[in-house]
């Protein structure tokens, strides 16, 4: 883990690039994350970005995921995200937007669309 408190360890597994985040995601490094996901999005395999062992997130952190998953890479399949933790599910569901997971990524908030999580 880096001094802002995240770790993004990248891996290849059957066939995808796998980003795991570990620590914590807020506006202090939510840039180190952004610039790892475009860099895995460059390669040619899939990019999965892996929430399981992400420990906080604050808003700044919220909406770069609400971001990621609403990408065109997320639309064509060439980015997913799992293992988002209850807590993020609940953060998340608490600022008024749709779950991390699910069949449309293009949702986002609860209008689906803007960025601003209700701002």
Known sequence: MN???ISIQTS??????????????SIANAAELRLALLAALNEPEATV????????ADLSGLQLLYSVRRSGH????RLGIAGAPEWLRTLAAGAGCEPLSGENPREG???GEDDTHGR
Do not use: F, N, Q, T
Request: proline fraction near 0%.
């Open 12 to 25: 290849v597994e059957g066939g995808a690039r796998v980003l795991r985040v570990s620590g914590g995601l």
């Open 74 to 77: 997320a639309a064509d399949g």
């Open 109 to 111: 908030c609860v209008h």
């Open 49 to 56: 970005l892996d929430l399981a062992a992400l420990l906080s």
């Open 3 to 5: 001094d802002s408190g």
